[in-house]
């Protein structure tokens, strides 16, 4: 039997021609398996190659499925922002177009999760990436400990994959679009809100090295600038 909860699930990215196809066809099959109600919100952030055509191809040959197009390159965490705010079901999912979240994982936790829990953050036990993505990672791992102690507490892992209740989203919408701090706002945010986060460790399922842009000087700088202003927010208690 099919489960009654409803489902989004946002799938953002750019430039992914060569692995869009076969990540709509896999998330869209086990969500047609296991749930009644759910959607597929394809985001594509403002390709220049044939990754919009190839979404929209697929959202004419099955129901359920959404385009958002961004008409100017907004980055991964801007477009699964946007992606968030669009979604109408219980709760809400995104995942990279190289599905860094299993599809099979990403059914089990949706199914398993407690109805008490708003946020399901999800902490990869494995990741392989370049030297100096690994470098940026654990510095930006060292400054969100030291500018947030309180918050990160329990949730060492923040920037992979979460899953939200709907209805909590608009209560923890960040200020951040930098690449780095969307997902960590969002996630203090909930826990200042009195939200119920729990955390949880999956296995990344991407084998490949990843490189991304999140080490980007530019993204880096970026991030910093959010971090710094939440924190000042959180001190005079105007976040």
């Given at each position: 039997?099919?489960s009654?909860?409803?489902?989004?699930?946002?799938?953002?990215?750019?430039n992914?021609?060569?692995?869009?196809?076969k990540?709509?066809?896999?998330?869209?099959?086990?969500?047609?398996?296991?749930?009644e109600?759910?959607?597929?919100?394809?985001?594509?952030?403002?390709?220049?190659?044939?990754?919009?055509?190839?979404?929209?191809?697929?959202?004419?040959?099955?129901?359920n499925?959404?385009?958002?197009?961004?008409?100017?390159?907004?980055?991964?965490?801007t477009?699964?922002?946007?992606?968030?705010?669009?979604?109408?079901?219980?709760?809400?999912?995104?995942?990279?177009?190289?599905?860094?979240?299993?599809?099979?994982?990403?059914?089990?936790?949706?199914?398993?999760?407690e109805?008490?829990?708003?946020?399901?953050?999800?902490?990869?036990?494995?990741?392989?990436?370049?030297?100096?993505?690994?470098?940026?990672?654990?510095?930006?791992?060292?400054?969100?400990?030291?500018?947030?102690?309180?918050?990160?507490?329990?949730?060492?892992?923040?920037?992979?994959?979460?899953?939200?209740?709907?209805?909590?989203?608009?209560?923890?919408?960040?200020?951040?679009?930098?690449?780095?701090?969307v997902?960590?706002?969002?996630?203090?945010?909930?826990?200042?809100?009195?939200?119920?986060?729990?955390?949880i460790p999956?296995?990344?399922?991407?084998?490949?090295?990843?490189?991304?842009?999140?080490?980007?000087p530019?993204?880096?700088?970026?991030g910093?600038?959010?971090?710094?202003r939440?924190?000042i927010?959180?001190w005079?208690k105007n976040?």
């Amino acid at each position: 039997m099919k489960s009654q909860k409803s489902v989004s699930v946002i799938l953002a990215g750019y430039n992914e021609e060569m692995n869009i196809e076969k990540s709509m066809n896999l998330l869209y099959q086990m969500l047609d398996e296991k749930f009644e109600r759910f959607e597929l919100i394809l985001v594509d952030d403002a390709s220049n190659d044939s990754t919009l055509e190839k979404m929209n191809y697929f959202a004419k040959e099955h129901i359920n499925v959404r385009i958002l197009p961004n008409y100017v390159n907004l980055n991964f965490g801007t477009a699964v922002l946007r992606g968030l705010c669009a979604s109408n079901y219980e709760y809400v999912v995104f995942n990279a177009c190289d599905l860094p979240l299993a599809p099979d994982d990403m059914v089990n936790l949706l199914l398993e999760m407690e109805p008490d829990t708003d946020v399901l953050v999800l902490e990869r036990t494995s990741y392989k990436t370049t030297k100096w993505r690994g470098i940026t990672s654990d510095v930006n791992k060292l400054l969100l400990k030291c500018l947030f102690p309180r918050l990160m507490k329990g949730t060492p892992v923040l920037n992979f994959v979460q899953i939200y209740k709907k209805e909590t989203i608009k209560k923890i919408l960040p200020l951040a679009r930098s690449p780095i701090f969307v997902w960590p706002e969002l996630i203090f945010r909930a826990k200042l809100a009195g939200l119920k986060v729990k955390n949880i460790p999956v296995k990344c399922n991407v084998e490949n090295l990843r490189k991304g842009s999140f080490g980007h000087p530019h993204d880096i700088i970026w991030g910093i600038y959010d971090m710094l202003r939440f924190r000042i927010r959180l001190w005079r208690k105007n976040y």
